[in-house]
């Protein structure tokens, strides 16, 4: 099951150019040149194939994102409507510790630090990812 394809993590393009955009701010040197190497060592062994982007399909579901969490309380960056968008497309859980916004936007998640699933949002049910 392990090696199962379905059950195994992804990465969004979104927050690729997120960490790409934060490792292009930092000052050129030797701290920025290993960090992008690193970077693309890990982007390519642990995702390679498995960067999801945002298409029309999370296109789609982007307007009820943002709905959805902004009558929960919560405005969402466009960002992270983004993440969410692709997330809800695919019927994904995030992995984030910010879990607030997606789970106003009815997002299951996961905190990699207390490494704990967060309460199901509202109803939704988790599912694991297909191919």
Known sequence: ???????????VA?????????????????????????LDEKMVTLFAERIVAFDT??????????????????PIAVVDAQIASIAASRQFSLETRDVAPFQAAGIPTINPWTAQPE?????????????
Do not use: C, F
């Open 1 to 11: 099951m392990a090696n199962d394809p379905r059950h195994r993590n992804r990465a």
């Open 14 to 38: 979104t927050k690729t150019v997120e960490l790409l955009l934060g490792l292009s701010s930092l000052p050129a040197g030797k701290r920025r040149k290993a960090l992008a190497a690193a």
């Open 57 to 74: 399909r999370a296109a789609e579901t982007y307007p009820r994102i943002v709905i959805r969490a902004r009558r929960h309380g919560h």
């Open 119 to 131: 309460p199901e949002s509202r109803g939704r049910r988790r599912t694991k990812p297909q191919p």
